[in-house]
């Protein structure tokens, strides 16, 4: 695959420390799209090894709009199916330039260790120095080690050493749309966290064409449907809790986006600083950064104040679990003592909802954001959900974002992969892969 | 398997690819130069015959006697900065595949006698001729009255003038004077600590930096143009007598042009003064240039460091067989020395890219160093390694793979450990100049097993 | 003309980074592009955008704009020594300083894709 692409598939033996790599053909490509589509293919190929595979989509790292996606394919402990989970900010951008577009993690390795891949060569680093550390020690040992601060790193704390079915993959130091216990494969894996750096570079087929047709859609999503919106709290309240501005505001410091993405899908806040303070602040873990919506407004549905509620989501991150099922089980037992959850979180356990939509992460909220997409009745918001998150998952778009911009249309997906491979994808094969990748 | 895709702008030098910076850009015919010379340099690695002016070698003037493969010495001794490595981008991208790089150890063994021409470019003079000491400036002397030729910029050209400086004393070579000297310091309007140097009681100041345009004096063999750009960064005006030729002077200033003086002393110390001059010794030549032909930016100041390689070479030299010592690696254990190459390289490129726009920097001798410099050294091999890669064979001097890895392994440690320290805000000078040295040494062991690979896969 | 930056304004995406980076290279990548959004205190939430310019750098931090001249000695510190400006005289070395996408029919092309307008372009000395 010549092109939007760095032509390797990445497979790693964890257990006989073995690192083979295989090329991406253009049939698969031509056969499976990219993204769910090669992930699944390649989860079937490899199934005997347990494997979890990494990924991103043709489009992820462009300058397609909202082009971050990166995804992890594997067996969820929570279903024993195979599911997928989406990882945005800037890590779907940064495996994408690692020079590997897909990565193949078979096997146990005997102690613990680190993926470490960078600019088309792949380490299996020594992790037992880290081992036991939490998801933010683990970050900032992983960049400190390696001398870089722009290290993207997927990665598990305690909650995915200790097997527990709510462990989630973070990213670096924040949440991620593993709803599925990744983060538990991660720990039986002894697979402490991947780190990505990579500074390679996509060929485009049609370049001007593909860069032209990026501006017009920019232009068309500028005046959009979301314009004058932004940050987690305004999608709270598109998703009914009209107050969410309100209750969050004290504490928001700034919104921020995943790579080219155009909607600030995240909100910075500041805990234990000045949330007004502009300057670089002394305090080295001011606050956090909140990405998953559904979490936020399972805790503030649950009756928490803004500031606890961002208390549990930081704890969450550190401890590396699924806030979304931790919100869920306060929920439950009613419990609102932010020490007291942090404490019970080495034993908590289900049973928490399994999400709805068949393979795609519930952290996408399952309904239109501030267009309606034509899609009225909300009987109907599931099919047009797991559709839409399907598209978003073949082609490495932001799976939040696809649900507020309907300029981003499958048509539209289906010219820009053509322009930017040189291959020709038709709208009945991509009927085909979303049937694939759904059933 | 289709090969690894990495920025094409590693280097600001390669710039030839873009029409649309506004930067100036090499136009075709300049353009054309490479090829021209790159045609020459394989058709006579392929046992083709050529002569001056004829067929391929039109580039070059008219003389009745065949063109052979120069072997070029290229100083990456003690003292040099980074500048050397646009000759390596000069001699890489017009295919002159024959190049030995060489420390002061190196030259004070000798090794200049199996060389047809060696050339030198920026950096400390002082340190640089401390380095090489009496013993090398007796080597250098020897190869060029033995017919050598010696081409230099800047610092390189600073070296053979006279001087009674100590260290610069043992290199009185031609009786060439410094224009740029003034007994005060002059008043500087930027770049502090570029703009002067000490030497001795005076001072050697530095009028202007980037481009600035010069005018040939259509002497032989540097005919057919008239005016032409070069960068000039701390390289000396001159002033000659009649032993030695005047090539081009400097003719005026660019909007490219800064200043670090003020204008009228900046015209008074270069306008009309000799910018490159050629001087015989015994039977070789030296070529001396004040600003830096060798600059990957500028074609036809390369154009004229080629012309004067092949023209002024030394006539006669007997080729030199594969040493005993030198080994070839294929298959298997040649990938596992590039992948181990690259593995190293990556790392501490991902570190030095992070240190870019660090606001600190070092002084190492006379000269101020920055993090962006060590990116220069590791992207000069980065973008070797993918042809490297494609190679079926390398060749190497026994053992060099393994020194070669290991000093790539040190180079990243010692980067990581800078990254720390910088993050810590502790002192870094005493692991920076580490740090160049090795980066030095790495980007030298690495560019002669490359350069000899080539040789090996004609 | 250069370009100007409202550090509040941006969110941090690094369209106008890879933007650029088209511009230098023809190509998707981010090593050759002369605006950076810095983002190297992620837990902090600092982060700002640095644009590589001809004679200076644009440094657009969340609490202002600071255009420093590449080069250009500084007044003397309080402690008497004088410094270059940044410290560092040749700020991101390898990257081509903005030529505000000279020859690009698009204008400058960070300008036009950030998704905030963040970016814009402004008369010197605005």
Known sequence: MDYLSSNKILIVDLETGQISEDDLDDELVGRKIGGVGITSSLYQTHKDKEPIVLGTGLLTGTMFPASALGV?????????????????????????????????????????????????????????????????????????????DLIQTLAIGPAGESGSDLAQVCINYWASGDCWGFGKLFGEKNLKAVALRGMGLLEISEPEDFVDQCFDVFDKIKGG?????????????????????????????????????????????????????????????????????????????AGFSAQ???????????????????????????????????????????????????????????????????????????????????????????????????????ELMIEMFNKGTGLELSQESLDTVIDDVCS | MCAAKWSKRGFRGDREHSSRTGIARPNNVETNFYHAYASINQKLAQGGKIRYGEDEASVLPRAPRP???????????????????????????????????????????????NLDVFAMSGGDTIRIAEGLDTKGAAELEAFIRKGGLYVASCAGAYLPLKSSKQYLDRFNFVDIKIANLSKTRPEIKRLASKATTAYGCDYVYHAVREDVLLRLTGRSPFTGVSTFLAPLYGGPSMITDNTSEVLAYYAGFTDKTQFLVNESLAQKTLIGRVAAAKTGMGDGNLYLFGPHFEHPHFPMANHLVATAIFWDMKKDRENREISEDEIILEGAAKDKLVRDIKREISNARIVSVGLEAVPIQWSIGCKIYEPEKIRVFLEAIWKRIDNLERLRRIRLQNKADEQLVDCACKVKRILRELKARIDDCLETQDIASDLFDSLRRLTMGFLQIYFNSFRCNI | MRIDV?????????????????????????????????????????????????????????????????????????????????????????????????GMKYGPMCVKICPVDAISLVEEGE
């Open chain 2, 67 to 113: 063109l052979r493969i120069p072997r070029i010495g290229l100083y990456t001794g003690s003292g040099t900065s980074h500048s050397w490595l646009w000759f390596v981008e000069l001699f890489d991208r017009m295919l002159f595949h024959d190049i030995v790089f060489l420390n002061e150890d190196m030259v004070k063994d000798g090794a200049l006698k």
């Open chain 1, 225 to 301: 449907a979301f314009a004058g919106r932004r940050g987690i709290e305004d999608i709270l309240s598109e998703m009914g809790e009209k107050d969410a501005s309100e209750w969050l505001a004290p504490f928001i410091h700034r919104h921020s986006a995943c790579y080219n993405t155009p909607y600030s899908t995240n909100t910075f806040v500041y805990l234990n600083e000045d949330s007004k303070t502009l300057t670089e602040p002394v305090e080295p873990e001011p606050g956090f950064l909140i990405n998953d919506p559904c979490a936020l407004l399972a805790f503030k549905r």
């Open chain 3, 6 to 102: 409202d550090a509040l304004k941006c969110i941090g995406c690094m369209a106008c980074e890879m933007a650029c980076g088209y511009h230098r290279d023809d190509a998707f990548a981010l090593l050759s592009s002369c605006i950076v959004v810095y983002r190297a205190r992620e837990k902090k939430d600092y982060f700002g955008v640095v644009i590589k310019e001809e004679e200076s750098l644009t440094i657009a931090r969340p609490e202002g704009l600071e255009i420093k001249r590449i080069g250009v000695a500084e007044e003397p510190d309080p402690a008497g020594q004088k410094k270059e400006a940044d410290a560092s005289a040749k700020p991101m070395l390898l990257r081509e300083p903005c030529d505000l996408c000279n």
């Open chain 1, 72 to 148: 992890v394919s594997a067996k969820s402990p929570r279903t024993g199916n195979l599911a997928h989970a989406p990882f945005t900010l800037k890590a779907g951008m940064e495996l994408k330039y690692t020079g590997f577009d897909y990565v193949v993690i078979l096997g146990r390795s005997p102690k613990p260790v680190f993926l470490w891949l960078h600019d088309g060569v792949a380490d299996i680093q020594d992790a037992s120095d880290l081992w036991g550390a939490d998801v933010w020690a683990t970050t900032d040992s992983i960049r400190r080690a390696m001398g870089d």
């Open chain 1, 308 to 410: 606890n509620a961002c208390r549990v989501l930081k704890a969450c991150s550190k401890y590396g679990i699924d806030p979304a099922a931790v919100a869920e089980l306060c929920e439950k037992s009613g419990q609102k003592d932010t020490e007291k959850i942090e404490q019970s979180f080495s034993d908590l356990k289900g049973p928490v909802a399994i999400p709805d939509g068949g393979k795609f992460s519930s952290w996408s909220p399952a309904q239109p954001l501030f267009s309606d997409f034509g899609v009225s009745d909300r009987s109907a918001y599931l099919a047009w959900w797991t559709r839409r998150q399907a598209v978003a998952y073949l082609f490495g778009i932001h799976p939040i974002f696809v649900n507020m911009s309907p300029e981003l249309s499958e």
